[in-house]
C-alpha cells in the first residue's frame, strides 16, 4: 500500500457542533464568575480578619500599658508643675512636651513610675458630673403650684424674665440677679418654683443637695462644684437648683479640721463660680435653705445671691389653692374641702399632698374607687400624729 493510498482511506468527516462549543463557553464564562464571587467574598472576608487581628493587637497592647494616675494642678512653671493625687501626696513633675496651657485646677494623667505630666484631661471628662447631680427638663407647671403668687411672681422677673429677654434689661441697662435664695420652711415648694421657672424656660435643670456635695464627696466638693458649672455651661440654658445651700455656705467657726478645710474650698469654689459669669449669662442659680439664720453673708452679697425670696407656710386661702392642685384628678364623694382646709391649719404644701396620697389610700384599702370627707379626716390625723413622731425624734 502507498502513501497515496492511505491518504485516501482517512476520512476526515469532522463536523463542527456549534451549539455545543457554545454551551462549554457559557459553562467556562459561569464558573469564572463564580470563581471571581469567591474570590471578592474571600477578599472581604480577609480584610475583616486583618482588621480584627490589628484591633485585637492594640487591645492587647493596651492592656499591657500601666494604668495613669488622675491628679490635679495645684501650681505651674513653664515645663514643671506641683500635682497632687487624690491621696493629697504632692509631686513635682515635669510636664511632657505635648501637653500645652496647663492651669491650676486642671486634671492632668500622670505617668505611675516617672510621675511625670503625660496628659490633660478635657474638663469635660474630668470628673463625671452628670452621674452626682440631678440633671432634668422637669414638667412641673405654674399651673401645679397652689398659693405662692408673690413668690412666682418675684422668681419670673429674676429669673424667667432675664433669660427670655435678656435684651430688655441691656436696653433698660441694669443687672438683673444671678440667682435668688428661696428660704422658709421644709415642704413648703422651694423646690417646685425652681422647677416650674426651669420648665417655664425650657432650661435644663441641675439639681445638687448642698449636704451630699461636703459629706459624699469628701475631698471632691470643690472639684464637683467647678464641673457642675462647666456643665450647666454646656447645657445653657441652665437652672442649678443647689437644696440645703446652709450645708455648704453656713458660719462656723473655723476650727483647723481637715473637713472643715473642705467644706470651705468648696464654699470658696461655689463663689468663685458665681462671680465668675455674667448678669446675663443664661444660668441662674437657685440656692434654697430652711436655715437663712446660719448663712454666710458672702453668699449673698451684691453680685451673688441678692435677691431673697421667703417661702413660707400658706395661709387658708393657699392651702385651699394647693388642696384644689392635689385633688384635681382624684374622685371625691361630698367633700367638704373647706371644712379640711381649716383643719390644716399649719400644714406645708408636702403636708397637704402626703393629706391627699393617704385619703386616697384609705379608699383603696376599703376597695372603694371614690374618697370621702371621712378619708380626708383620717389621713389629717395620720400626718398630724407622724409630724409629732417627726417632732419627738428630732428633740428627743
Ligand atoms: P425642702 O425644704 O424640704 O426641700 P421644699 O420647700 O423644696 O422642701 P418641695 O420639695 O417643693 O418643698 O415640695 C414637696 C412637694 O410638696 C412638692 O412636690 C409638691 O407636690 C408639694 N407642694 C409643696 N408646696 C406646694 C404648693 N405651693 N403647691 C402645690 N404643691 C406643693
Not at 500500500?1 to 482517512?10: E, Q
Not at 500635682?83 to 486642671?106: A, C, M, Q, W
Request: with cysteine; hydrophobic share 40%; aromatic share 6%.
Amino acid at each position: 500500500m502507498n502513501n497515496s493510498d492511505t491518504d485516501k482511506d482517512v476520512v476526515y468527516s469532522e463536523t463542527i457542533d456549534f451549539g455545543d462549543k457554545n454551551k462549554a463557553k457559557e459553562d467556562v464564562e459561569e464558573e469564572n464568575r463564580v470563581i471571581r464571587g469567591t474570590l471578592t467574598r474571600l477578599e472581604e472576608e480577609s480584610a475583616v480578619l486583618r482588621e480584627m487581628f490589628h484591633s485585637t493587637s492594640v487591645e492587647l497592647n493596651n492592656l499591657k500599658k500601666p494604668a495613669l494616675l488622675v491628679a490635679d494642678v495645684v501650681t505651674c512653671r513653664s515645663d514643671k508643675a506641683i500635682v497632687r493625687l487624690p491621696n493629697g501626696n504632692k509631686f513635682y513633675s515635669y510636664i511632657h512636651t505635648e501637653v500645652k496651657d496647663l492651669r491650676p485646677g486642671d486634671s492632668v494623667l500622670i505617668d505611675q513610675k516617672s510621675l511625670n505630666v503625660v496628659e490633660k484631661i478635657d474638663m469635660g471628662l474630668s470628673f463625671d458630673v452628670e452621674k452626682f447631680v440631678i440633671l432634668d427638663k422637669p414638667k412641673e407647671s405654674w399651673k401645679e403650684i397652689g398659693g405662692l403668687k408673690k413668690e412666682i411672681e418675684e422668681v419670673k422677673e429674676v429669673i424667667e424674665l432675664p433669660l427670655q429677654k435678656p435684651e430688655l434689661f441691656e436696653k433698660v441697662g441694669i443687672h438683673p440677679p444671678k440667682g435668688v435664695l428661696l428660704y422658709g420652711p421644709p415642704g413648703t415648694g422651694k423646690t417646685l418654683l425652681a422647677k416650674a421657672v426651669a420648665n417655664s424656660t425650657g432650661a435644663t435643670f441641675i439639681e445638687v443637695v448642698g449636704s451630699e456635695l461636703v459629706q459624699k464627696f469628701i475631698g471632691e466638693g470643690a472639684k464637683l462644684v467647678k464641673d457642675i458649672f462647666t456643665l450647666a455651661r454646656t447645657k445653657a440654658p441652665t437652672i442649678v437648683f443647689i437644696d440645703e445651700i446652709d450645708a455648704v455656705a453656713s458660719v462656723r467657726m473655723d476650727n483647723g479640721t481637715s473637713g472643715e478645710r473642705e467644706v470651705n474650698r468648696t464654699f470658696m469654689q461655689l463663689l468663685a463660680e458665681i462671680d465668675g459669669f455674667k448678669h446675663l449669662d443664661n444660668v441662674k442659680i437657685i440656692a434654697a435653705t430652711n436655715r437663712p439664720d446660719i448663712l454666710d453673708q458672702a453668699i449673698i452679697r451684691p453680685g451673688r445671691l441678692d435677691r431673697l425670696i421667703e417661702v413660707g407656710l400658706p395661709d387658708e386661702e393657699e392651702r385651699m389653692e394647693i388642696l384644689k392642685v392635689h385633688t384635681e384628678r382624684m374622685n371625691l364623694q361630698k367633700v367638704k374641702l373647706k371644712e379640711l382646709v381649716a383643719m390644716m391649719d399649719g400644714f406645708s404644701g408636702a403636708e397637704i399632698k402626703a393629706v391627699c396620697t393617704e385619703a386616697g389610700y384609705c379608699a383603696i384599702r376599703e376597695e372603694r374607687e371614690s374618697v370621702t370627707h371621712d378619708d380626708f379626716i383620717k389621713a389629717i390625723d395620720e400626718v398630724k400624729i407622724e409630724e409629732e413622731e417627726d417632732m419627738k425624734g428630732f428633740f428627743g
